[in-house]
Structures are given as C-alpha cells and as structure tokens.
C-alpha cells in the first residue's frame, strides 16, 4: 500500500496509509477516474463531470465538504491546463487520497473544490496543449475551449472565496545553463495582479506570497517568488503580466483572492519526473499554507465578499507595465552547476512596480454594434454576462474606437507575448442604436469580467484575437463603443 513513487521522504504518516497510485510516476487519465470513483462518499467526497474534452475525456470536479453549515470558505484550486505540467495534479491526488482516508484532516470550515486535470487530452498526450492545438491559459477571454468553459461555470457557480492555478516551468532553462547556473527555487508562487483587482485583495494576496519564503524555508524547500524573464544581471525577471487571458487574473476579477502556483522542472536532465516526489511534496507544502489557518480564512472571505460588492473605479488602467522604481538592486538565487552553491546574483533589472501609464474613464455600459452582435454573443454567454439585445432602436451618447495598428512583434517594455493593439478613443457622440444591438451593461455582479473582455482600449486586448480584429471597418472603427450616457 505504499506509494512508491510519490511518496516524499519526511511527508506525514498519512500518505502511507493513502491507497497505491497505480502503475509510473504519473497517473493516467484511467487511473485518475477510477481513483476519483473509488473514493467517491455521499457527504463528504463528491465527483461530477463538469465538461468534456474534445477528445470526449471528462473534467472532474471534486468537492469536499465535511462541515455542512461550518463550511464557508470556498476555496477551489485547479490544476493541469497545460497537460504536460503535472505535480499539481499529483498533488491534487494524493492529498484527496488522505482525506479520503482521515476526513478530519479537512477543516470544517473549508468548501474545497479541486479539479486536478483541466486539460486531459494534452495530459494524455504530454503536451502543453489541448487537443485541438489551444493553450488554454491564454484561452480566459474568449473561452472557446471546452476545458475553460467548464472552469469558468464552475467558478461563477462556486464562487470561490479562494482560487489557486497550478503549473510548472523550466528550472533550467537556455539562458541559465549558458551561464553554467541553475533557476534555483524547485516551486513559485504569485498572485494575481490585474488593475481591476481591488488593492486590498491584491496586497493581501501578496502578503501571503511573501509569508509563504518562511514556511517553505522551514520545510526545506527551495522557494521564491514566482518571476518570468532570462537570467540576471542583464535580463528582465517581473512578475507574470498582468491581462486575463490566464486563469489567475480571470478568478481574479471573479472576486477570489487568487493565485499561481509554479513548481519547477528539470528537462535537461534524462528522468525530468526523477524529482516529482519532491515537487508534489511542495506542492502540498503550499496548498496547505494558502489553505492557512481558521483567521487567515475568515479574512479571505471578508476580502473575496467585499471584492465582488466594491462598486468600479473611476478609471479603468488600460496601459501598464512592469518596472523597477529608482532601480533598487536586489539578488536573485541560482544554483551553480559546477559547484551546486547558491549564488546571489545582483541585478538592477528585476521589475516588480507595476506602472499605470494610460487610463480611460469607466463608461456606463458596452454597446455591441448589431452587425456583429453573433461573433459576440457566444464570449458573452460563456463568460455569463448580462446583456440586453436591443428590440427598438435606443438613444445613447457614446465613444466610437478606433483600431490604429495591432503589433506583433516581441516588445522590450512590455515584455510580453506579442498582441499589443493600439486604439484611439474618440469624443462621444448622440447615436440611434439599431435593433439587434447588443447593451452590456456595467451594473452587474461581473462587471469587472464585462470591462476586461470588452474595453476597446485596453493595450492587451480583444483585438489580440484575429477573429475579432477582422470586425473593425475599413478606417479602424471598432464594433464595441464605450456607453456614456443611456
Ligand atoms: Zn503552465
């Protein structure tokens, strides 16, 4: 009944006890829904199917709940969309596996929804992926994809106080073994960051981050804050961008208080998986310390209740990026091959100040010209927003958009996937609106989702989207105007 192969040394008595995984390292998609089905428990473990794969395979939810009316902070921690990142799915399974055996290690106030393996046809095939050649973490704005339709009806229906995404990266990627160094820490951890996030859930969030170095210092994992970037001194590290298409910033603005989890692997290395025992036991390490304690959580669902009820700013951040304010200097730890030492390699590029550039007052409401009402109504629908299709023409005072120019091309500043679109606002005019006009209106429970998806002049966009960059008029006029006056 041991687990051999995930078993990590020193982990709590509690995972020998836990029922085998089967065969590998890795747990199959098979063994992943029988396992789910065997310790299925009217009460207390309960599985559903919240989607299918193109492929046909199902996306399981696993909802554990021991307290019944003590049960209220809904935390709800999802893993796998990239199918060939896998330690937070092995997490996900282990720790299901123990309580399954010893439910009184849930606490009765936690309504915890996991689901390990969003994306089960690239999980099958090892591949980032789904099984349609989309990466489904860039997939949170237009969700056309199955697996983030499923994710998504099931955060709006949840509605998780407490959300957390689970991958993994390089440890060692090019521009450090070049270097002869090693990307050190064997697990990362963010939170999400969007303008449109209240500042009191974000800096909580990172609080916990930052809570997070002692913890995992104590247990002996290697730990830092998760960064994205090349090797210091002379490249950029920043924290991940700031846009919604992943699922961090896209529960975010839910109301969650959410975060990414990034442990790391070695591909350069023949047996990649050779350390996952460790990476699993660092997963758990820091699942259980965004769990926290009974005062952590109570503060987690005040933020995440506070969040979804904080009326809008005044301004919407559309422009922003990362930099180092007054260029402090700080060390980032790699391991040196050659040595195995932990270096501290000084460097005045890492960029942790997030820079509002440009921003546009928040309007009253989006208003979706009539002749592309139908490419939109199906984002519309799979985001669940609220939206009147018009029957009678209506009067509004609105501001057209116009598309200047999209850039592809990799940009040094923003440092970003390429998908910046450049929009001009123009003043508001009178206008008759047509029948079969969409009305997105911003006094409803997501409008932060409604804004993020629909802004016209947000730099990282809907119009990064070819299919949606096609709608705009000879001269550059976009088919979402911004709703002054109704
Ligand atoms: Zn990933």
């Given at each position: 009944?041991?687990i051999?192969?995930?078993?990590?040394a020193?982990?709590?008595?509690?995972s020998?006890l836990?029922?085998a995984?089967a065969?590998?390292?890795?747990?199959s998609?098979a063994?992943?829904?029988?396992?789910?089905?065997r310790?299925?428990?009217?009460?207390f473990?309960?599985?559903?199917?919240?989607?299918r794969s193109?492929?046909?395979?199902?996306?399981?939810l696993?909802?554990?709940r021991?307290g019944?009316k003590?049960?209220?902070?809904?935390?709800?921690f999802?893993?796998?969309?990239?199918?060939?990142e896998?330690?937070?799915?092995?997490?996900q399974?282990?720790?299901?596996q123990?309580l399954?055996?010893?439910?009184?290690?849930?606490?009765?106030?936690?309504?915890?929804?996991l689901?390990?393996?969003?994306?089960?046809?690239g999980?099958e095939?090892?591949?980032?992926?789904?099984?349609v050649?989309?990466?489904?973490?860039?997939?949170?704005?237009?969700?056309?994809?199955?697996?983030?339709?499923?994710?998504?009806?099931?955060?709006?229906?949840v509605?998780?106080?407490?959300?957390t995404?689970?991958?993994e990266f390089?440890?060692a990627?090019g521009g450090?073994?070049?270097?002869?160094w090693?990307f050190?820490?064997?697990i990362?951890?963010?939170a999400?960051?969007h303008p449109?996030?209240?500042?009191?859930?974000?800096?909580?969030?990172?609080?916990?981050?930052?809570?997070?170095?002692t913890?995992?210092?104590n247990?002996?994992?290697?730990f830092?804050?998760?960064?994205v970037?090349?090797?210091?001194?002379?490249?950029?590290?920043?924290?991940?961008?700031?846009e919604v298409?992943?699922?961090r910033n896209?529960?975010?603005?839910l109301?969650?208080?959410?975060?990414?989890?990034?442990?790391s692997?070695?591909?350069?290395?023949?047996?990649?998986q050779?350390?996952l025992?460790?990476?699993?036991?660092a997963?758990?390490?820091l699942?259980?310390?965004l769990?926290?304690?009974?005062?952590?959580?109570?503060?987690?669902?005040?933020?995440?209740?506070?969040?979804?009820r904080?009326?809008?700013?005044p301004?919407i951040?559309?422009n922003?990026?990362?930099?180092?304010?007054?260029g402090?200097v700080?060390?980032?730890?790699?391991?040196?091959?050659?040595t195995?030492?932990t270096?501290?390699?000084?460097?005045?590029?890492?960029?942790?100040?997030?820079?509002?550039k440009q921003?546009?007052?928040?309007?009253?409401?989006?208003?979706?010209?009539a002749r592309?009402?139908?490419?939109?109504r199906?984002?519309l629908?799979?985001?669940g927003?609220?939206?009147e299709v018009?029957?009678?023409?209506?009067?509004?005072?609105a501001?057209?958009?116009?598309?200047?120019?999209?850039?592809?091309?990799?940009?040094e500043?923003?440092h970003r996937?390429p998908?910046?679109q450049?929009?001009?606002?123009?003043?508001?005019?009178?206008?008759e609106?047509?029948v079969?006009?969409?009305?997105?209106?911003l006094?409803q429970?997501?409008?932060?989702?409604a804004?993020?998806?629909l802004?016209?002049?947000?730099?990282?966009?809907?119009?990064?989207?070819?299919p949606?960059?096609?709608l705009?008029?000879?001269d550059?006029?976009?088919p979402?105007?911004?709703?002054?006056?109704?």
């Amino acid at each position: 009944m041991l687990i051999p192969h995930l078993r990590p040394a020193g982990l709590l008595l509690l995972s020998l006890l836990a029922p085998a995984y089967a065969k590998g390292p890795l747990t199959s998609y098979a063994d992943m829904a029988a396992l789910l089905h065997r310790v299925e428990r009217p009460g207390f473990i309960t599985v559903t199917e919240e989607g299918r794969s193109h492929q046909g395979r199902s996306i399981f939810l696993v909802h554990l709940r021991r307290g019944a009316k003590k049960a209220q902070c809904r935390v709800l921690f999802y893993a796998q969309q990239h199918g060939d990142e896998v330690a937070g799915k092995e997490a996900q399974l282990q720790w299901i596996q123990e309580l399954a055996q010893h439910p009184e290690a849930l606490p009765e106030d936690v309504d915890l929804y996991l689901m390990p393996m969003l994306n089960p046809d690239g999980a099958e095939a090892h591949t980032r992926l789904n099984g349609v050649g989309e990466d489904l973490n860039r997939d949170h704005i237009l969700l056309e994809q199955p697996e983030t339709q499923a994710l998504h009806r099931v955060a709006r229906r949840v509605q998780p106080h407490l959300a957390t995404d689970s991958h993994e990266f390089e440890r060692a990627p090019g521009g450090y073994l070049e270097k002869g160094w090693v990307f050190w820490p064997l697990i990362t951890l963010d939170a999400a960051n969007h303008p449109l996030i209240p500042e009191t859930v974000k800096s909580a969030a990172l609080e916990r981050v930052e809570g997070a170095r002692t913890v995992l210092a104590n247990a002996g994992i290697p730990f830092n804050r998760y960064a994205v970037g090349g090797p210091p001194p002379d490249a950029e590290l920043r924290p991940s961008t700031p846009e919604v298409d992943d699922g961090r910033n896209s529960l975010g603005t839910l109301g969650a208080v959410s975060f990414i989890i990034e442990s790391s692997v070695r591909h350069e290395i023949p047996d990649p998986q050779v350390d996952l025992p460790q990476r699993v036991r660092a997963y758990r390490a820091l699942y259980d310390h965004l769990l926290g304690d009974v005062s952590w959580r109570r503060r987690v669902v005040g933020l995440a209740e506070e969040a979804r009820r904080a009326p809008l700013p005044p301004f919407i951040a559309t422009n922003v990026f990362w930099a180092n304010l007054g260029g402090k200097v700080s060390e980032v730890p790699v391991r040196e091959l050659a040595t195995g030492r932990t270096l501290k390699v000084p460097t005045a590029n890492a960029m942790t100040d997030l820079v509002v550039k440009q921003s546009v007052p928040t309007p009253r409401a989006y208003l979706i010209e009539a002749r592309s009402a139908e490419r939109f109504r199906p984002v519309l629908e799979a985001q669940g927003l609220r939206y009147e299709v018009l029957g009678a023409p209506r009067r509004l005072k609105a501001e057209p958009c116009r598309l200047l120019r999209y850039e592809a091309p990799f940009d040094e500043l923003y440092h970003r996937h390429p998908s910046r679109q450049i929009v001009a606002r123009d003043a508001a005019r009178e206008l008759e609106a047509p029948v079969g006009s969409l009305l997105v209106p911003l006094d409803q429970p997501l409008a932060r989702r409604a804004i993020q998806v629909l802004e016209p002049c947000m730099l990282f966009g809907l119009y990064s989207y070819a299919p949606f960059r096609a709608l705009a008029q000879a001269d550059g006029t976009l088919p979402v105007l911004r709703v002054v006056e109704e």
